[in-house]
């Protein structure tokens, strides 16, 4: 079981910064892939960006790649995402996930970034 916390949501103007954390617990963190997914209101849970177990595979999607950054500490199992130059539609509920299997797939329960004047 791995259990896993959102944090550094908010409010920022467009052209900010934020940085979303996400702590995880009751397993073995250094041995799950970790992702970040984002959903929009009334709109589908899509990916944003994905770092494997070792941290050596990258993924973004082409819509936020060079304005967010994923990284990931193993020693204080945590993963990050650092979003600059924001946009309104960026405006989404942000979730981690850690994946190692089928059966070993933990969602967290998500922080809202809201993209505003």
Known sequence: QVQLVESGGGLVQPGGSLRLSCAASGSIFSTYDMRWYRQAAGKEREL???MS???????????VRGRFTISRNNAKN??????????????AVYYCRALQTVTRDYWGQGTQ?????
């Open 53 to 63: 177990r070792t941290g050596r595979d990258i993924v973004y999607a082409a819509s």
């Open 113 to 117: 970034v809201t993209v505003s004047s």
């Open 78 to 91: 945590a993963v990050y995402l650092q979003m600059n130059s924001l946009k309104p539609e960026d405006t």
């Open 48 to 50: 944003v960006a994905a």
